[in-house]
């Protein structure tokens, strides 16, 4: 399969919430080009608006930013020692190479902890708390350490995209890079065919999310449109040890999950079920009984209100160095999205 450049480099960017220059980057070089409007805010939002005369105006959002860590203190030895951004399994940090990031350069780490031959039997039945976790960059002293790294450097994991087996792909930051990746190319792809469609079409890679949505929050509220999807991942619960009868069945390759639920406008909902359906697009529908934990949550309470949906793309291994998906999920979720923008017309609203 060839993988789309525009997605492998917003899976290259390093963008840690609060950090995520790399990815604004690429999400500039592809976008702006393509925009009738482009814009930045001081959020760090990236908002790329074609037909800006149309109406209604429709949102696409995805979040450009990734967990990450935070250098928070630096110990007589130069071992480095951090705060997490965004949710982390603690189990899964140790041993890991991690990529700092600084003003002028990348460091490269390792995380450590005890060695397990270290323990006893009852630590090692537990958890280490991220105190007990370091990361070593292979100096000797805390000047050395200094002289490269300050306190509030954020960092990422040091593992790159590959494709492993067909379209099924694995890379450090599918959380949401694949959901950037589909608005922003629904858009590209919207961008060539303008006469098709008779909405306003905003783009917006947001920030901040895995922090509270909080790029999210400003971008609703500056551009106030009609409608909004947001686009994330979803868990894929077709690997073992997941209970379908607590939290779905979603396979990964079986087309983007609609959300369903009081986060989400019926309306939406109902025509991007629709439009699935008509255009032949494989879906999955998930219940969600309370405000999700996407950028839909902030973004449906906004101003008066704006008719919001959600699209999530199947994943499995959440928040790890190596989340999976297929790419065929994410290219689905764009064919979905240019047929939501090309079916609206003036005077469609969400009001129900």
């Not at 705060?83 to 460091?107: A, C, F, K, Q």
């Not at 280490?128 to 306190?151: F, M, N, R």
Request: contains cysteine; negative net charge; glycine residues 8%.
């Amino acid at each position: 399969m060839i993988v789309p450049k525009f997605l492998k480099e917003l899976l290259d960017a390093r963008s840690p919430t609060g950090s995520e220059n790399e990815a604004q980057a690429v999400v500039d070089k592809w976008m702006e080009p393509i925009s009738d409007i482009y814009r930045k805010d001081i959020m760090g939002n990236r908002f790329a608006t074609i037909s800006p005369q149309g109406s209604p105006s429709v949102l696409f959002a995805g979040h450009i930013d990734e967990i990450g860590l935070l250098i928070s203190y630096i110990d007589e030895k130069g071992f480095l020692y951090f705060e997490p951004l965004g949710g982390h399994d603690l189990s899964m940090i140790s041993g890991r190479r991690v990529s700092i990031l600084n003003s002028n350069s990348v460091i490269k780490g390792v995380t450590g902890k005890r060695a397990i031959h270290l323990m006893s039997p009852e630590d090692r039945k537990k958890v280490p708390q991220s105190h007990q976790i370091w990361i070593d960059i292979g100096v000797k002293t805390k000047a050395e350490a200094e002289a490269l790294v300050s306190i509030g450097d954020p960092a990422v994991y040091d593992q790159s995209f590959e494709l492993i087996n067909g379209t099924i792909g694995v890379a450090r930051a599918f959380d949401d890079k694949a959901g950037a990746y589909a608005i922003l190319e629904a858009t590209r792809r919207l961008a060539k065919n303008k006469d098709k469609i008779k909405a306003k079409v905003i783009a917006v890679a947001t920030t901040q999310e895995e922090i509270g949505t909080r790029g999210a929050i400003t971008a609703a509220h500056s551009e106030n449109p009609d409608f909004s999807i947001a686009v994330d991942v979803g868990h894929a619960t077709d690997s073992p040890d997941c209970d379908n009868r607590k939290y779905g069945k979603f396979i990964q390759g079986g087309g983007p999950i609609i959300c369903k639920g009081p986060n989400i406008n019926p309306i939406v909902f109902r025509k991007l079920e629709i439009l699935a359906q008509t255009h032949k697009i494989p879906y999955q529908i998930e219940a969600e009984a309370r405000p999700t934990g996407t950028d839909a949550r902030a973004i449906q309470v906004s101003q008066s209100g704006i008719a919001t949906g959600l699209l999530s793309i199947p994943l499995r291994y959440m928040h790890t160095p190596s989340e999976m998906v297929d790419l065929e999920d994410i290219e689905n979720t764009v064919k979905l999205l240019v047929a939501f923008a090309e079916s609206l017309s003036e005077g469609d609203n969400g009001i129900w």
